[in-house]
């Protein structure tokens, strides 16, 4: 059964960077068939797309975050991370790893971790 | 960006009524559509993908319909384990997928 788990700081200064990581156990990160994604949720909202990254390195990002935002992965360690830049309040969220599963029709989102809590305060 | 519009946003049922919650996009999506149950505190669970094909695992009470702009969610019996907030989600537009607002199931 595959699992995914978030770790990093769960609170963080505004202006600085957010720093989280998906270690994904059960399965290898290094399948083709499958992309990892990062999610959010800000407490009490609905959830918002951050982006994913494939196995090889390539990564798509949604546009309303991409000139903060970065993934990488770590084949070795069967893990992949998001690094988001100049964090505001409006980036305290619950944030969610999840796999990018490929289908006829779209992606969809079939594993997902439990969630990290990050609250930007100072 | 593509937007999904999920009506109603809330709604109260008993146990063993049929549920529809109706997703709406900005644009045909043709059938790149997901739906997600959350409970509180939860991750998110995949329900059904491409619009109306069953994920594994789930139910069968458990249907989605639709294509182009309007899909359907429907539960066919509500069961106690079903109240929860559901998403729609699409990923027709190229690396900017988006989620419905969400539709709460509350208890009548």
């Known amino acids: 059964q595959l699992q995914l788990q978030e770790s990093g700081s769960g609170l963080v200064k505004p202006s600085q960077t957010l720093s989280l990581t998906c270690a994904v156990s059960?399965?290898?990160?290094?399948?083709?068939?499958?992309?990892w994604t990062w999610i959010r949720q800000p407490p009490g909202r609905g959830l918002e797309w951050i982006g994913y990254?494939?196995?090889?390195?390539?990564?798509y990002y949604s546009p309303s975050l991409k000139s903060r935002v970065t993934m990488s992965v770590d084949t070795s360690k069967n893990q992949f991370s998001l690094k988001l830049s100049s964090v505001t309040a409006a980036d305290t969220a619950v944030y969610y790893c999840?796999?990018?599963?490929?289908?006829?029709?779209?992606?969809?989102?079939?594993?997902w971790g439990q969630g990290t809590l990050v609250t930007v305060s100072s | 960006d593509i937007q999904m519009t999920q009506s109603p946003s809330s709604l109260s049922a008993s146990v063993g009524d049929r549920v529809t919650i109706t997703c709406r996009a900005s644009?045909?999506?043709?059938?790149?559509l997901n739906w997600y149950q959350q409970k509180p505190g939860k991750a998110p669970k995949l329900l059904i993908y491409?619009?109306?094909s069953l994920q594994s695992g789930v139910p069968s009470r458990f249907s989605g319909s639709g294509s182009g702009t309007d899909f359907t969610l429907t539960i066919s019996s509500l069961q106690p384990e079903d109240f929860a907030t559901y998403y729609c989600?699409?990923?027709?537009?190229?690396?900017?997928?988006?989620f419905g607002q969400g539709t709460k199931v509350e208890i009548k």
């Open positions: 999840a796999r990018s599963r490929w289908s006829s029709s779209g992606y969809s989102f079939d594993y």
């Open positions: 059960g399965g290898s990160i290094s399948s083709g068939a499958y992309s």
């Open positions: 990254i494939s196995h090889s390195g390539s990564s």
């Open positions: 644009q045909s999506i043709s059938d790149y």
């Open positions: 491409a619009a109306s």
């Open positions: 989600q699409q990923s027709y537009s190229t690396l900017a997928w988006t």
